[in-house]
């Protein structure tokens, strides 16, 4: 048992930020001897009740949960900042030629592995992240986050037509490579898989229906995606589909939305597309700075709680501009301020937090509901990823947090300011992962 003294922010049920000046996390084995959070709350309330348990104290530190980044492409970590006209451009001009170098087993190692470091050293200690069509990228991915001991989700992407040599895949290979995997990887120790069609057009129908079986057959795996992110995909998708309702139908027809599913953007929707993500169960993955950087438009936050379906934050890089939460979040807040239908909307700090964190764990059937673990709360009982953040990491946030007068008021200084210099420790499974010289 280990227990650590700090400022803890944590999320209770009811989506509510707890915070706590002087608290004290407790972490220990649970009964399978996975190392979770024992007990959370007051300092002086809890001590008595671990007399002997080693604390390490964090003065002036604030420990919070790890970041949840619910849509993230690991091989595309090299073409953040790549600029195109809108989103088809984009992939056939950066995205696919760099995606075909991912054959390479070695290759595709060395990006994962820079990748899931930047990913802790940014906070972020769950993914569920895009491999590419080859084998070789998952297997890589696995192995690094594996030996990071992260909560982590991949999948090998499906994409058998309109797509350039060296990322198309087969159809029939693609499906048998995808079941291959899932027996090899889901489940092995904190990892999950993801069946994982780029998106509608560059899947056959055929190929569809084969990752919608998979989905039936497998209801533990998670199937993610992107939909009606841009305009011009849109069009392509429902001229490729004109049998569906709309573009987001086209993945229900399939057998591709349920309970764990998670589709990118979700931006041009109306409110049967809505109404169909709630009754499934399936979750937005809210893209804001890819959404602004590639011109795509605005998630619709008031027409999502209107009509009541999960989603959460996430970056989407390389589409996204930065590995950052913080930044990631400030992008949504200007979404929620200036790109909404209805306008007015504020959305909190807390709300912001909690989309990048517990409410991206709920997305992705990670509340600890029905037997799941759970991540992104800190709840007793949660699995112990954590960070330490230090609110005087730079003269700016020393001097802004300094002046804080309640919790908003802080919690907004870290998102506007922050970065990764904030991000002093990440603990991982209750192990420090990295730490900040
Ligand atoms: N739609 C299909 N593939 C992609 C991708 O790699 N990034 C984004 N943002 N949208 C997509
Ligand atoms: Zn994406």
């Known amino acids: 048992m280990k227990a650590h003294r700090a400022a803890i922010l944590r999320f209770a049920d009811d989506r509510s930020a707890v915070y706590e000046e002087d608290g004290l996390l407790v972490v220990g084995p649970d009964a399978q001897g996975h190392p979770v959070v024992r007990a959370v709350g007051p300092y002086r309330e809890l001590i008595d009740r671990y007399p002997g348990v080693v604390v390490t104290h964090h003065p002036g530190r604030i420990l919070a949960p790890g970041f949840v980044d619910l849509h993230i492409h690991c091989p595309q970590t090299d073409v953040i900042g790549s600029p195109a006209e809108g989103l088809l451009p984009w992939l056939e001009n950066y995205t696919f030629p760099h995606e075909s170098r991912f054959h390479d087993g070695d290759y595709a190692a060395e990006v994962a592995g820079f990748f899931l470091d930047e990913l802790l050293r940014h906070g972020v200690t769950t993914a569920l ?255 112990a990823d954590f960070v330490l953040l230090n609110p005087k990491a730079t003269p700016l946030l020393a001097r802004k947090t300094a002046q804080a007068r309640n919790l908003d008021e802080l919690l907004f200084a870290l998102i506007v300011l922050g970065d990764d210099r904030l991000i002093e420790q990440t603990f991982v499974a209750g192990q420090g992962a990295l730490t900040r010289a």
């Open 129 to 383: 992240a895009f491999a590419t069509s080859h084998p070789a990228s998952v297997d890589a991915l696995f192995a690094q986050a594996r030996q990071r001991q992260m909560r982590f989700i991949t999948g090998k992407v499906l994409q058998d037509r309109f797509s350039p040599d060296g990322v198309r895949d087969q159809t029939e290979q693609s499906l048998i490579d995808t079941e291959d995997l899932i027996r090899r990887w889901h489940g092995v120790d904190r990892l999950g898989y993801a069946i994982t069609p780029r998106f509608a057009p560059t899947s056959t129908p055929a190929q569809l229906r084969g990752a919608g079986e998979l989905a039936a057959r497998y209801p533990e795996v998670w199937v993610q995606s992107h939909v009606a992110e841009n305009k011009a995909e849109i069009a392509w998708a429902r001229e490729l589909f004109p049998e569906s309702r709309s573009y987001l139908g086209t993945y229900a027809d399939f057998g591709l939305m349920r309970e764990r599913a998670i589709y990118a953007h979700c931006i041009h929707f109306d409110d049967d597309d809505r109404a169909l993500m709630r009754e499934t169960g399936a979750a937005a993955a809210v893209s804001p700075t890819s959404n602004l950087f590639l011109g795509s438009g605005f998630f619709d936050y008031e027409g999502a709680d209107r009509v009541g379906y999960r989603y959460g934050l996430a970056s989407d890089v390389g589409g996204g501009t930065s590995f950052s939460p913080f930044h990631t979040m400030l992008a949504a807040y200007y979404v929620g301020r200036e790109g909404q239908t209805k306008p007015g909307l504020s959305l909190s700090p807390q709300q912001l937090w909690w989309q990048h964190t517990a409410g991206a764990a709920l997305a992705l059937g990670l509340g600890g509901v029905a037997g799941a673990p759970a991540i992104g709360n800190l709840q007793p009982g949660s699995e």
